[in-house]
């Protein structure tokens, strides 16, 4: 089977062709044309002129309903129109001041009054450095140097987190990182709290826990149930710091994250994307005495050495912190969850209905906060999305699609839905007609990945 067929080739030079133009302008200025990994694809990335509410249109002249939203960070949508007026009334007031203001403690109260582990907060400019910063806290609070993390999840880009995203997981996907750095983590299999404790009894330098409380990769590999509640037990038994990803299911699952909807409390929480309404911005929320350490004290050798170091230039910034809080603002009724969440849920069931009809192997699978797609896989069935674990292992649901997964979301292109390659995520402004939509355009992209060989008989 070859994923690159002529036929798929030439649909797409056909219904793309300004972007193949434009892609070939950007690879004279970006190494592989693109600003981020998860915008590449072959032949060319789309080209999006303009966005509003669950759509957005590319310089070829196509419209679509979309399921990146912002990479997760639009919960309300694109352009808002309370998020919009604000930001544009601030951008008359300034963009930078080099200086404190009252929009970050609006924001900050915001993050505390939603987020329950949030007793004090620290803004950053991305999730990246949201994780980075709390793993920095928590070895600095417990004084030993190792982190767990597991398989499958994701936690930004620096080094400390860049072992155990992807297959293989005891190599680092990602040249230029340090075996001294590799050698501070600890990797273990998801959903298995035999094995964090017996991590925990055997090494003493293990000093904090990190994941996406909703399971790896924004779901992929779902979280079981009891699993974080066990986890939060052990890391009391031992005095481990136990930290919450939520740059993605934070206030996506309800006003105060994936803490609030499954009942655990962590140590310190990660946010980016929602937190900031689409603009740029993190932040960190956790125990007081942990964040504290991010305290003056006026004590000269405790200050130099005895604290962590928090500069960046763009904390705080009041374009951002508009955002967020006026985002947060209407996150904090619930409805705008709520919405999203049924909309995923009834998409979920109306895309197996369409594998089912077309007896094509693979299931659609997710919850909440989104969805994954198992299309065209003989070992999946659309009944084993109620239950994805009984039936695959954490290394399988990795390994999803495989080579399909670009070819589906090309043809998921040309049918007018844009979602990253196996997955997706809804938005307040996401109507039943758009699922109703998305899920006829779904059916034709199966008979598009029929026509070019790639699924079924032909």
Same mark, same amino acid.
């Given at each position: 089977?070859?994923?690159?067929s ?16 434009k892609?070939?302008?950007?690879k ?34 196509n419209?679509?309903?979309d ?6 960070a ?7 129109p309370q998020?919009?007026?604000?930001v544009s ?31 004090k ?7 990246t450095e949201?994780?980075m910063?709390?793993?920095?806290l ?11 993390r ?7 880009w ?22 001294e ?19 925990i009894?055997?090494?003493?330098e293990?000093? %904090?826990?990190?994941l996406?409380?909703?399971? #790896?990769?924004? +779901?992929?590999i779902?979280? *079981? /149930? =009891?699993f ?23 206030f996506?699952?309800?006003p ?10 962590p ?11 689409g ?6 929320g ?5 964040m ?13 050495y ?9 904390n ?6 508009? %955002? ?6 209407? #996150?904090?009724? +619930?409805?705008p969850?709520? *919405? /999203? =969440?049924?909309?995923?849920l ?7 209905e369409?594998?089912?009809f ?5 299931c659609?699978?997710g ?18 999305a ?8 954490p ?13 589906m ?8 839905i844009?979602k ?6 809804l ?18 992209a ?9 699924? =079924?008989?032909?």
């Amino acid at each position: 089977m070859h994923t690159q067929s002529s036929a798929m080739l030439s649909d797409f030079q056909a219904h793309f062709p300004k972007a193949l133009n434009k892609y070939e302008e950007a690879k004279q200025v970006f190494p592989a044309g693109v600003t981020h990994d998860g915008r590449y694809l072959q032949p060319a990335p789309i080209y999006v002129t303009h966005a509003e509410g669950s759509r957005k249109w590319d310089i070829d002249g196509n419209e679509y309903i979309d399921y990146w939203v912002g990479h997760g960070a639009l919960l309300l949508g694109h352009n808002h129109p309370q998020v919009t007026q604000a930001v544009s009334e601030q951008l008359q007031r300034g963009t930078h001041y080099g200086a404190s203001h009252q929009l970050e403690i609006q924001w900050g109260q915001w993050i505390q009054k939603l987020v329950p582990s949030a007793e004090k907060v620290r803004l950053t400019s991305s999730g990246t450095e949201a994780t980075m910063m709390a793993i920095r806290l928590a070895r600095g609070f417990t004084g030993k140097k190792k982190l767990i993390r597991f398989s499958g999840h994701f936690h930004g880009w620096h080094d400390t987190v860049m072992m155990g995203v992807s297959l293989p997981y005891d190599a680092p996907n990602s040249v230029g990182i340090p075996d001294e750095t590799l050698s501070t983590v600890v990797v273990l299999p998801p959903n298995e709290i035999e094995a964090v404790e017996r991590a925990i009894q055997t090494d003493p330098e293990i000093g %904090a826990i990190i994941l996406e409380p909703g399971g #790896a990769s924004n +779901g992929r590999i779902p979280t *079981k /149930a =009891g699993f974080l509640q066990d986890l939060r037990d052990v890391c009391t038994k031992y005095g481990v710091v136990l930290i919450f990803d939520e740059v993605i299911s934070g206030f996506r699952y309800a006003p105060g994250g994936a803490q609030e909807y499954f009942g655990v409390m962590p140590d310190m929480t990660t946010m980016a994307k929602i937190v900031a309404g689409g603009l740029p911005g993190g932040a960190v929320g956790g125990r007081a005495d942990i964040m504290d350490q991010l305290d003056f004290t006026g004590d000269k050798q405790r200050d130099r050495y005895g604290r962590m170091s928090h500069p960046g230039t763009y904390n705080g910034n009041p374009l951002s912190a508009t %955002a967020g809080m006026t985002a947060l603002s209407i #996150a904090a009724t +619930g409805d705008p969850q709520k *919405k /999203a =969440g049924a909309s995923c849920l009834k998409l979920i069931q109306g895309l197996n209905e369409v594998l089912k009809f077309s007896e094509t192997p693979g299931c659609v699978y997710g919850d909440v906060a989104g969805f994954h797609f198992l299309v065209g896989q003989a070992d999946f069935h659309p009944e084993y999305a109620e239950n994805i674990l009984e039936y695959a292992s954490p290394e399988r649901l990795t390994v999803g699609m495989g080579l399909l997964a670009k070819p589906m979301r090309i043809a998921m292109l040309m049918e007018g839905i844009d979602k990253p390659a196996s997955a997706g995520r809804l938005s307040a402004a996401h109507t039943d007609e758009d699922i109703g939509q998305t899920i006829s355009a779904f059916e034709k992209a199966i008979h598009r990945m029929e026509r070019w060989g790639l699924i =079924g008989d032909s």
